[in-house]
């Protein structure tokens, strides 16, 4: 059983935003930003990633982001953690090729 604070978690941000005029480019062009300079990375259009070292630092990158959402589109956030997170399953067509590396993360004490 892991205690509260100390079981690794991956939070996975997907987003459905317009981009129908220069206004809503540039919004959505901010909010990719923001998620970018959060440490998220993409992980397929529109789906950004990032590991957390806690539930709590997730919720943290959560909040950052429902600070930075733009006014219109649709963005969804999940946390999952690091055993869910191996346990995707990736296919590439109707052959299923190995996963991607995950990005490595270095935490500090």
């Not at 540039?26 to 539930?55: I, N, P």
């Amino acid at each position: 059983m892991f205690v509260s604070g100390y079981r690794c978690m991956w939070i996975l941000t997907m987003f459905d935003l317009p981009v129908t005029t220069q206004k809503a480019r540039r919004a959505y062009t901010q909010f990719r930003k923001k998620l970018l300079q959060d440490g998220f990375s993409r992980l397929q259009y529109s789906v950004y990633v990032r590991h957390c070292a806690s539930q709590e630092n997730a919720e943290v990158h959560a909040g950052r982001i429902e600070r930075s959402l733009p006014d219109d589109g649709e963005v969804r956030i999940i946390t999952i953690t690091d055993k869910q997170f191996e346990r995707m399953h990736i296919f590439w067509g109707k052959r299923r090729k190995p996963p991607d590396v995950p990005p490595q993360q270095l935490e500090l004490f």
